[in-house]
Each structure stands twice: as structure tokens, then as C-alpha cells.
């Protein structure tokens, strides 16, 4: 697909926006990109081991801890106050905590080499950076989106779209719609990008939700993810704005795009690192292939179930006559013994399927249907593929 084919997005950055605390939009476009086209090129400093960045702490910390718990990829902490620390299984990789937009920060200066951290904070501070590699963009945590929000009394009562917003003759160059965000990268490009060109934007660390009504702004660009301070704070999302969401959107993968799921958690990697670093690639396989083993595991159960037949074949083709019951790569069937009148016999087979936890009471339906008996369920822990598409598109997008 050609860059130009491609939608709109806040993933395809072309300026960069200077942080200040408050600024319009109309602004210097190739002073920083220079800067961004700096940090891709040159050399990695010299270390032998791969540094991985985890969060400090906030809402993403225990979760990515749990995750690689989970891909028997514990990190030895001995306390929380310690900043480096150990996974045993990967012994070249020093684990570094720290606030996950410093790991973005420092995947791009060269002191870290892989990070996990929320997509809308790699978005945020990565600012468009092609050293940037998503590795794995569905963790399956971390959840939200990036979306502006308006009050829902006054002026703003009858506007519920991005369109009606931009079309109040309120907002002049003089008197512009004033937006409190912490995005001040993303937002000021999303707004540019979709035709409002007088805005001005102010910062602030949190509660950014009370901006409106503290008379400080008109909107907010914000994280959602239940909605709730939204809703106390007399705020609404209006249609076209969001900036940021799960499942929409193409990611810039280096020089390549693809359609993939948003804003959550994600590991991310410096290209550089990858490319130049000895062993740094096969660290990164081995995290990605536990990763994309454990998620994919997650979300199946393994269900064996007994069928009378005739012959395997026969069973076999009972359960692949149901939509929901064919496995990963088909079920797997096999003769129950039996003693008959001192003879063996085989009068039931054993089937074994992996079946997606969302489908399991349907496929319990199905196999019942086709005469399944004795149906027992237990989680499935990983589901190794022979090669993970993920690693395939890795190595395509490094030119390897
Ligand atoms: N409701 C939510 N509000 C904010 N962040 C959320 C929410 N749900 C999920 N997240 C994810 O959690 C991340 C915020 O995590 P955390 O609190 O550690 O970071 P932070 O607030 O950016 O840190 P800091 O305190 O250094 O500013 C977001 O970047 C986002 O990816
Ligand atoms: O949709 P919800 O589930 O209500 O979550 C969204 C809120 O959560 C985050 O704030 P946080 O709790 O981190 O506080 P802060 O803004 O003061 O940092 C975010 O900035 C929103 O305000
Ligand atoms: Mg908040």
C-alpha cells in the first residue's frame, strides 16, 4: 500500500509540535523532524547487555509485571525502590524501571534498546520517530482511548460532532477553542489534521476533566476508558474524536504500515538497537515468541469430550460439521479402550480441541449436538506456533 493510499492518522506524524505550556497550532514543522531524523542514524553506544525498560509504577506497572510473570519471564526485584533488575531466563537483559514516557525517551536516545509502555505514550513522546518498532502491539492490557471531550451545557449542548465543533462561529483567530490536554504532540496534530485551525491549547499534569468548568478551557483531549470522570465532570466524546482507539488505525512499522489494534499496551523496540546490537534480535525473539505463545493461550480452553463412533475418520468428520469445533488445526481423535467379553474394543473416541473461551458454551451446545459425552474443559498456558507472524513482519520491516 502507498503512504498516500492511506487514511489520515495521527500514526503517520509529518510535524512536530513544541511543548509549551500554552501554543496555536500553526507551527515551526521541520526544525524537530530534523532532530527526530538525527536520533535514527548513528551508531548505538557501546554495552554488551540488552537493556529492556518495564514501568515504575502507575496503572501499567503490576500489570507488566504479571504478563511476563505469566510467560514464566519473572523479573527479580528485589525491592520497589531498586531501578535495575534481572529476568534469570534471559541472561544478556538488564530490565531498567522507569515512567513509561522515559522509556520511550530512552529507547530513542540510544540508553535503552526495548520498552513496554502505552501505545498513546509511544505515539505521544515517540513523536513519529521511524527508530521506533512496535514488536508487539496487542498486550492485552492497559485498555483506553484518546478522545476529546466538550461539556454538555451551554454552547456546546446541540453539538455532538468533531464537524459541529469545527463549524461554530465562535472560534476565530482571535478567540480560539482552547483545549486542555497532556498530549501535546497527538493533539494539536489531530486538530490540524482534521481542519480546525484556531485552536490554542494549554497543560496540566491530571484532572484535566475540571478545565471546563474552571473556565480554563472549551475542551479537553484526554485518556477514556469507562468514561466515568467524563461523566462526572458534565463532559461528552463527540463523534470524530478520537484521537487514539483500540482495534482502529494503521501503525507505522519503519517504512511499513498495517492495520492493527490501538492503545494499549505494546513492546516497542529501538530499530537501531535491534539492527546493530549482538544478540539483541534473539533476546527479542525469545520475549516475543513467549509473549505471542502465553496471549494466545489465553483466550482458548483445551475441551476433550467422548463420541461413540465407528471409526476416527467417522468422529472426525461429526466434529468438523460444526463451525466452532475445528481446533487449530483440526480436532485431535483417539480410541478409547475398552474390555468387551475378554475382548478390546473400541466403542468411543476421545476428542481434543482447542475452542476460544467466548465460544466455549456454544461449542459445548455443538458437541453435545453431535453426540459429545463427558466434556472436560481446563485452560490452555501456551500455544507455540512454528513461527510467529509477528516475527515474520519483525524481520521484513528491518530488512532482514
Ligand atoms: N483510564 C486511563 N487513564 C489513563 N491511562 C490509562 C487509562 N487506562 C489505561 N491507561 C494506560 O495507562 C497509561 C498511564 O500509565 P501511568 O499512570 O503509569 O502513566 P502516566 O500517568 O503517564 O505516568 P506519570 O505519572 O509519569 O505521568 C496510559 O498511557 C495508558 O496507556
Ligand atoms: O474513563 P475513566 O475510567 O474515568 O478514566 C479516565 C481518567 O483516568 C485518567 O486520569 P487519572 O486517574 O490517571 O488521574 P489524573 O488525570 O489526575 O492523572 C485519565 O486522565 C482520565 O482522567
Ligand atoms: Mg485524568
Redesign the pocket.
Known amino acids: 500500500m502507498l503512504a498516500s493510499n492511506l487514511p489520515k492518522s495521527p500514526f503517520f506524524p509529518t510535524h512536530y509540535v513544541p511543548i509549551s505550556r500554552s501554543f496555536h497550532i500553526t507551527c515551526s514543522v521541520s526544525q524537530l523532524q530534523t532532530a527526530a531524523a538525527e536520533t535514527v542514524n548513528g551508531p548505538v553506544s557501546e554495552r554488551n547487555e540488552i537493556r529492556l525498560g518495564l ?1 515504575s ?5 503490576a500489570d507488566t509485571l504479571d504478563l511476563l510473570k505469566d510467560c514464566q519471564l519473572s523479573v527479580k526485584h528485589v525491592n520497589p525502590r531498586q531501578y535495575v533488575a534481572q529476568i534469570p531466563q534471559l541472561s544478556n537483559l538488564e530490565v531498567w524501571f522507569q ?3 522515559d522509556i520511550v525517551r530512552k529507547l530513542l536516545s540510544g540508553d535503552l534498546d526495548l520498552g513496554i ?5 509511544v505515539s505521544e513522546y515517540g513523536e513519529g520517530n521511524e527508530d521506533l518498532i512496535i514488536i508487539h502491539d496487542a498486550l492485552d492490557y ?3 482511548r484518546l478522545s476529546l471531550a466538550i461539556p454538555k451545557y451551554g454552547i456546546f449542548e446541540n453539538i455532538n460532532s468533531l464537524k459541529e465543533l469545527a463549524q461554530m462561529p465562535q472560534w476565530t483567530k482571535e478567540k480560539p477553542l482552547r483545549v486542555a490536554t497532556g498530549f501535546t504532540y497527538l493533539g494539536p496534530k489531530f486538530m490540524k489534521d482534521n481542519g480546525l485551525n484556531h485552536v490554542s491549547f494549554s497543560t496540566a ?1 491530571g484532572a484535566l476533566e475540571a478545565a471546563p468548568a474552571m473556565g480554563i478551557a472549551d475542551a479537553i483531549l484526554d ?4 468514561g466515568t470522570t467524563l461523566k462526572e465532570n458534565n463532559l461528552k466524546e463527540i463523534d470524530g474524536g478520537v484521537v487514539l482507539q483500540s482495534q482502529v488505525g494503521f501503525l507505522v512499522c519503519g517504512s511499513s504500515y498495517r492495520a492493527c489494534d490501538l ?3 505494546v513492546l516497542v523496540a529501538s530499530k537501531r538497537s535491534l539492527i546493530q546490537r549482538k544478540s539483541a534480535l534473539d533476546t527479542t525473539h525469545e520475549i516475543l515468541e513467549r509473549l505471542e505463545a502465553h496471549l494466545r493461550a489465553e483466550g482458548q480452553f483445551t475441551v476433550v469430550a467422548n463420541m461413540r463412533g465407528n471409526s476416527a475418520e467417522e468422529v472426525a468428520e461429526r466434529v468438523l460439521s460444526q463451525a466452532s469445533l475445528s481446533g487449530l488445526q483440526g480436532p485431535t481423535v483417539s480410541p478409547v479402550f475398552c474390555k468387551r467379553g475378554g475382548q478390546i474394543a473400541v466403542d468411543y473416541y476421545a476428542i481434543v480441541i482447542c475452542v476460544p473461551k467466548k465460544a466455549l458454551y456454544k461449542s459445548v451446545q455443538q458437541l453435545r449436538a453431535i453426540g459429545g459425552s463427558g466434556v472436560l474443559v481446563s485452560p490452555l498456558t501456551y500455544i507455540f506456533d512454528e513461527e510467529t507472524p509477528r516475527w515474520r513482519e519483525l524481520l521484513s520491516t528491518l530488512g532482514l
Not at 223 to 226: A, Q, T
Request: charged share 30%; hydrophobic share 30%; proline share 8%.
Open positions: 514501568p509504577k502507575g496503572r501499567m506497572a515512567r513509561p514516557k509502555a502505552g501505545f498513546d505514550t492497559g485498555d483506553c499534569d485518556l477514556v476508558s469507562s492503545l494499549g499496551a
